[in-house]
Every structure is written in structure tokens, then in C-alpha cells.
T-cell receptor
């Protein structure tokens, strides 16, 4: 069982919808990450939060908006997405050592 | 530009047939090299961290090694349950923080 929990597991949304992906960890890690993964491709880093502050934004379009309400929670707010944004969105936590603990992901389909 | 290249893209083995996966990298300021295993539809699972050339780590049928330019993941007498995608990642500095850059992975299929 993963110690990083992501909800929902599956999400289908239209291009005009607003939705959010949620991630929770209780391992005491102070770094949390969002990755995007397309089929048969490696995970691509989107955002990194360190001590609840946004430390890395890999030039992600503003239709993706991250939020870290506290050290255990990480959200990704979605608005006006495009079909090419359909992917598996992975949340991870870690100690900034590179050893990351990933959730099972949220599979997003944009119609 | 930091780059991580894995080969082969896909590998099919018979149960018990040992082999090696390769990860070559070109990065500035390597902070560590990591191996992850990913099953279909799941998030990657951490396997090993290697920090310096000559270092080796082992876990069950897997052994990871590191040189100055590449890493190998050796699989000894694999079983069907070892079938997965194996991802290599390098940790590099980024604006005062560290980030992981993943290779494209090797899809391993072990047949009985």
C-alpha cells in the first residue's frame, strides 16, 4: 500500500470545467511534487513544494495551479484544460534526497 | 543540457535468463542516480540510490552499479513478477533546490 494517497483515481472533464486533484502524505516529508506522465513516457516534473513554498515551477501553463495548504496536503487545480493535457498525474513526497514516494496517480481525460 | 538515456527500450527475457539494463547520463552536478520500478497504471516505486562511481547496491535479484557516465541494473535469474518498466533518474541542482530528471525507461517482460 502506498503512503501517498491521490484522489480521484480517474477524472473526466470538459475543456470549460474546473476540477482539482488532491494528494495527501503522512510520512513527515517536507517536499512534495507534481509530475505528469503520458503513455510510455517518463514522468515530467511540473512543480515542487519545499516547506509548503513553491520552489520549482517547470514553466507549466497557468491552467494548472498548484496549492500546498499544509505539509501533508498538495492540490492541483485544473481550469480550461486542453485534450493534450490528458495524462497520468503523479504526486510524490520526499526529503529532497531524490528518494521519492509516489502515489498511484490520477488519470485525467480531457474531452 | 542534462540528459538521461536508457537502453534497450524494451527487453524480453525467459524466466531465469539474466541480463542488464543501461542508463547513461550527461549532467552537470550529479547529486545522485536513482532506479525506480513502475508497474502499469501505478506510480514509480523507489529501488536504489547511487552517489559515487564504483558504488553498488543489491536487492533480491537486482543489482545496481554506477560509473562516471552510466549505471547498470543487473537482473539475475528473473521471474515473471519482475516484469515492469524500470526508470533511471538523476538528481541535479535547480535554483537552490534539487530535481529529478527521468529517463524514458526500459520495459521488461519476463516470460515463464
Amino acid at each position: 500500500d502506498t503512503e501517498v494517497t491521490q484522489t480521484p483515481k480517474h477524472l473526466v472533464m470538459g475543456m470549460t470545467n474546473k476540477k482539482s486533484l488532491k494528494c495527501e502524505q503522512h510520512m513527515g516529508h517536507r517536499a512534495m511534487y507534481w509530475y505528469k506522465q503520458k503513455a510510455k513516457k517518463p514522468p515530467e516534473l511540473m512543480f515542487v513544494y519545499s516547506y509548503e513554498k513553491l520552489s520549482i515551477n517547470e514553466s507549466v501553463p497557468s491552467r494548472f495551479s498548484p496549492e500546498c495548504p499544509n505539509s501533508s496536503l498538495l492540490n492541483l487545480h485544473l481550469h480550461a484544460l486542453q485534450p493534450e493535457d490528458s495524462a497520468l498525474y503523479l504526486c510524490a513526497s520526499g526529503k529532497n534526497t531524490g528518494e521519492l514516494f509516489f502515489g498511484e496517480g490520477s488519470r485525467l481525460t480531457v474531452l | 543540457e542534462d540528459q538521461v538515456t536508457q537502453s534497450p527500450e524494451a527487453l524480453r527475457l525467459q524466466e531465469g535468463e539474466s541480463s542488464s539494463l543501461n542508463c547513461s547520463y550527461t549532467v552537470s552536478g550529479l547529486r545522485g542516480l536513482f532506479w525506480y520500478r513502475q508497474d502499469p497504471g501505478k506510480g514509480p516505486e523507489f529501488l536504489f540510490t547511487l552517489y559515487s562511481a564504483g558504488e553498488e547496491k543489491e536487492k533480491e535479484r537486482l543489482k545496481a552499479t554506477l560509473t562516471k557516465k552510466e549505471s547498470f541494473l543487473h537482473i539475475t535469474a528473473p521471474k515473471p513478477e519482475d516484469s515492469a518498466t524500470y526508470l533511471c533518474a538523476v538528481q541535479v541542482p535547480s535554483g537552490g533546490y534539487n530535481k529529478l530528471i527521468f529517463g524514458a525507461g526500459t520495459r521488461l517482460a519476463v516470460h515463464p
